[in-house]
């Protein structure tokens, strides 16, 4: 049977083609995914992994038997797990899906293959959709479900894709932790039963799990070598990403919406579209599926993906809540004559009737408090355009106070379950919007109109969010709908996102959400970037942005210097170490820069000008990890590499401190091995030069011997340090 190859349109309905046996191949680069789509039977899954030759393929689709249906539905094979299961209007609990249609349509970037099953009897669809980039190895999977029967359906369960995985020895990574402990890496042989990773927050779903994961298919994940397929589930709410190792020699992967609590009734005519799976497939381990997930947001799936961001000053951890307007000024003097672009004023700034000075009032009343800032936000964004940078603002828009006029005015917005009593957050008094209300989306556009048509200089803005969704109750929604509540919420942010970015496509807007509870590729196609954590330690952040780097490019994670002893951890990490990992994501400052000495505000002054020579390969680059934090090894060492293995950085942090301890020497990846590397320290504190200062290596020397790196730095006596860390800039001459 002749394959069907993505470059022309195929439209065969079965009415006219009963029995047309049907081969698809969606493809990547690198990638396969084989189906086979018999007009009139099952859609079956038949083989994904590296790309195949069309000889190959074909031996391939002789030998295999395609067990398994490509997206399982419940009801005929009941003791299987299912992808979709449902309750028609009668009673009926089964669903018998026949491939009806196969389209393939090629874009100049990518080519979407969708593939249309009908039930047999109901009339109810399911179309498979598959998106295939041409030049990245990621294809996008979801599923459109349509209910053309008279009654509603109710939907029980509705994952975006199903995949099966041949057991052998597969690993899985996947990130988990908690508030101020965000993106931890956990890697786990998988045994029998059922592995769930799951989010229920309602608002922030990156906390604890997140909705990306990777199997390694050669035992645990190597960095540089073995075979690893990633995936990515695409949406901002509650997920379930279940892998179900049965009795056969398959792990089954199903990853979608957490329907728990969210049964969801399709009405007659309704489409319930599902998020995106991107998967992934790579040859070169867990860094190499790092860089499809990378390039593939870079490219198409993060806001301003390939534009450099700006180097700034939050003023959370130097000011907190103590807003006041001859502090902006002197910590955007400070700013400015460290060398940095933009200065980011957050919490604290608003409130009239009620003013934010703790944290238990005022969201919801964005209007400037004049005590603080007696020149209002203008006033601010004048002082930033005088002295050369720019002005960002922090505002946490799905929320509001019991305490506040927006709650006087509108207590209905709440999400409040009915007959029961408000569950409060933060500060004893915090809320969240219903924004399955539309009243409540127009609400928040309209004031984030409001504050950009206002103060048009204003150039980034830090969106925050601080609460789940505790009490199940919407005003808007009604009763046979309030099971919808997770997912309207979400597609309610969705909405009033693509409105703010319609008309303000260019701003730079950060995703915080009591630090890393946004790091998921639903927001990032209206987001910039995210802040990793609120814990700014920067050797626990070695650990988090480890993990983070699994699946989100540097260029995505905000990274700021903080002050020492750590506010979360009170730990006390040299400077110049803060300043190493902080450059290792999208850099920034997050302390009271009058608190500093000259000699720091040095350092950090000339880290700055250095890190603007090495932006463009921090944040466009391609990542290559060396030695994991997690190995126990006492260090951790990443690099980064430009397209052209022309230049290269290369970091590399103590995890602890011992004295005459043995580190691993850290051999490099990714170079050119024909190349000549010439090797130059960044931010060196040492009273000599490294012995490897300015001279060249080969690639191949860097990769199979790599650099002997110094343990502690070479500094006079007073101003030794226990943790140790080395930022070297590699050019090919
Ligand atoms: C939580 C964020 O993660 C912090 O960075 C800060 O913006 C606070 N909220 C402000 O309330």
Excluded at 20 to 31: D, L, W
Excluded at 53 to 62: G, T, V
Excluded at 149 to 154: A, F
Excluded at 229 to 248: P, V
């Amino acid at each position: 049977m002749k394959l069907l190859r993505n470059s022309f349109i195929v439209c065969l309905l079965a009415a006219f083609l009963p029995m047309v046996a049907q081969n698809v191949e969606i493809s990547t680069p690198g990638m396969s995914l084989l189906l086979k789509a018999n007009v009139g039977e099952n859609l079956k899954f038949v083989y994904f992994g590296e790309r195949l030759s069309d000889a190959d393929a074909a031996s391939l689709r002789e030998v295999e038997p395609a067990r398994y249906d490509a997206y399982p539905a419940y009801g005929l094979n009941c003791p299987a797990e299912a992808a979709i299961a449902v309750r028609h209007a009668d009673g009926n609990m089964t669903l018998d899906l026949k491939v009806s249609a196969v389209e393939t349509d090629a874009q100049s970037d990518f080519t979407t293959t969708r593939i249309a099953l009908r039930d047999r009897e109901y009339p109810f669809a399911v179309t498979v959709c598959y998106k295939a980039y041409k030049t990245v190895d990621i294809i996008e999977t979801w599923t459109e479900i349509v209910n053309s029967e008279k009654r509603p359906v109710l939907l029980n369960r509705f994952a975006s894709a199903y995949l099966p995985i041949r057991r052998g020895e597969v690993w899985l990574s996947s990130l988990y932790g908690q508030w101020a402990n965000e993106g931890r890496l956990c890697e786990e042989p998988l045994n029998p039963g059922m592995k769930v990773i799951k989010n229920k927050d309602g608002v922030r779903n990156s906390h604890t799990a997140h909705a990306e994961v990777m199997f390694s298919l050669d035992g645990k994940a190597r960095e540089n070598s073995g075979r690893v397929i990633g995936a990515a589930l695409c949406y901002s709410g509650n997920y379930r990403l279940a892998i179900d190792t049965d009795e056969s020699d398959w792990h089954h992967f199903f990853a979608g919406i957490n329907e728990d609590n969210s049964t969801y009734n399709l009405q007659s005519g309704e489409t319930f579209v599902t998020p995106p799976l991107a998967i992934t497939y790579s040859n070169e381990g867990a860094s190499g599926a790092s860089r499809n997930f990378h390039k593939w947001a870079r490219n198409y799936r993060l806001a301003n993906g390939n534009r450099l961001r700006k180097i700034l000053l939050n003023s959370w951890e130097g000011v907190y809540l103590d807003i006041k307007e001859p502090e902006m000024h002197q910590m955007m003097d400070d700013i400015a004559s460290m060398g940095g672009e933009l200065f980011v004023m957050d919490d604290g700034w608003f409130g009239d009737k009620y003013p934010r000075i703790k944290d238990n009032s005022s969201l919801g009343d964005w209007v400037v408090d004049r005590n603080k800032l007696p020149n209002g936000i203008d006033g601010l964004v004048a002082k930033a355009k005088s002295i050369g940078i720019d002005f960002g603002i922090w505002y946490e828009p799905e929320m509001s106070n019991t305490v506040s006029e927006l709650y006087e005015k509108h207590p209905d917005w709440v999400i409040k379950a009915p007959k029961r009593d408000l569950q409060l957050g933060r500060g004893g008094t915090q809320v969240v919007l219903d924004l399955a209300n539309p009243k409540v989306q127009d609400f928040i556009v309209g004031l984030f109109d409001e504050l950009m048509t206002k103060h048009p200089g204003i150039d980034y803005v830090k969106w925050d969010a601080n609460m789940d969704i505790r009490n199940h109750g919407s005003n808007y929604l009604t009763a046979d709908s309030q099971s919808h509540l997770y997912i309207e919420y979400h597609r309610g942010f969705e909405a009033v996102c693509k409105r703010i970015r319609a008309k303000y496509p260019s701003l730079t807007i950060q995703a915080c959400a009591s630090g890393g509870g946004r790091a998921n590729y639903g927001v990032l196609p209206y987001f910039d970037e995210f802040w990793v954590s609120d814990n700014t330690d920067a050797l626990q952040r070695v650990y988090m942005q480890w993990g983070t780097s699994y699946f989100f490019p540097a260029i995505a994670m905000a990274s700021h210097i903080s002050a020492t002893p750590n506010h979360t951890t009170f730990r006390s990490v040299p400077l110049k170490y803060r300043i190493d990992v902080a450059m290792s994501g999208r850099l920034g400052m997050e302390i009271q820069p009058k608190n500093m000495t000259d000699d720091e505000k040095a350092l950090c002054r000339s880290a700055i000008a250095e890190y603007k020579q090495i932006r463009p390969i921090v944040q466009l680059g391609n990542i290559y990890r060396l030695v994991s934090p997690y190995d126990n090894k006492g260090l951790a060492s990443l690099m980064y590499v430009d397209d052209a293995k022309q230049k290269s950085v290369f970091f590399w942090w103590k995890t602890e401190h011992f004295y005459n301890q043995h580190f691993p020497r850290a051999t490099m990846a990714g170079l050119d091995p024909a190349k000549l590397y010439r090797v130059h320290e960044l931010n060196r504190i040492d009273n000599e030069p490294l012995p490897f200062e300015g001279k060249t290596f080969s690639g191949e020397y860097l990769m199979n011997i790599g650099l002997e790196i110094p343990y502690n730095h070479n500094l006079d006596w007073h101003k030794r340090t226990d943790l140790s860390s080395r930022v070297l800039y590699l050019e090919a001459q």
